[in-house]
């Protein structure tokens, strides 16, 4: 690492010493608490304590999920992560140092301890944007409005579904009007014979289609589930449009 981040990550230690937050007791054994690949092509990883071990969990996901996927950057979420651990705090940076993927970090007012540090030396130095609702631990370059309600919700789970009314649920299935069994134009002569106005003489016929049962429903194609955390679909999305940029900037 450069002289520049080693000076700017001693200022954010002395910050952190200054006010401390206790961090509670590890209960999972793991610091690293999610790693995934969203959107095809962005890793997430979610820290949940910055502790010795976790410059090796990182290391180890991203071997495995670089394997199989194209890595276009990574979503660092340090959201109501802590620690105590400076030391480990600076070898994870060590990691990000690389202006070669872009690196979106994650932050909240319940990042504590030395996660604050990670995030703060990852800024100072550079190595990527600082995402989050307000007040937050480390300011963010983009803040995001967000209730502390959705952000609980949207944290456990980046998918849910907004509150929808009925007609709303309806559109998104194209299923307003049930199915409506259209009589054949065989069966309208029958029926006009039976009624007795058969000495109209004929109506002109097409070929006969028996119609007994409705047509198979259409088989739509799955949908992807959207991304409704407002702070990681932003820096998803910051990370996806790089990737695009650079495909045609290399």
């Known amino acids: ?31 690293l608490a999610k790693s995934e690949v969203l959107e095809s092509n962005v890793l997430y990883l979610r820290v949940s304590h910055v502790a010795a071990g976790l410059p ?57 301890g030395a996660a604050v540090i990670l995030a703060a030396a990852l800024r100072e130095a550079r190595a990527g944007l600082v995402f989050g609702s307000v007040p937050a631990a480390v300011k963010p370059d983009i803040a995001v409005e967000e209730t502390p309600a ?37 069966d309208l002569v029958r029926a006009k014979i039976k009624d007795g106005d058969e000495d109209e003489g004929p109506l002109p016929l097409g070929p006969v289609r028996p119609f007994s049962s409705p047509p198979p429903p259409y088989a739509a194609e799955p949908q992807k589930p959207a991304i409704r955390d407002p702070v990681l679909a932003r820096a998803v999305d910051l990370i996806k449009g790089l990737a695009i940029v650079r495909e045609v900037h290399p």
């Open 56 to 112: 090796d969990e990182i290391s180890a996901a991203n071997r495995v999920l670089a394997a199989t996927n194209t890595i276009a950057g990574t979503v660092l979420d340090l959201r109501f992560a802590d620690g105590d651990d400076p030391e480990a705090a600076a070898a994870t940076a060590s990691l990000f140092i690389d202006p070669k993927r872009p690196l979106a970090i994650l932050v909240n007012n319940g990042t504590h």
């Open 150 to 186: 959705d952000e609980k919700k949207f944290f456990k789970n980046p998918y849910a579904e907004p509150a929808t009314n009925e007609v709303a649920a309806l559109a998104g299935t194209n299923n307003f009007l049930p199915w409506v069994d259209h009589t054949s134009e065989a």
């Open 1 to 31: 690492m450069t002289r520049h981040f080693f000076s700017h990550f001693g200022l954010a230690l002395v910050g952190l010493l200054a006010a401390r937050v206790p961090s509670p007791a590890d209960t999972t054994g793991l610091a």
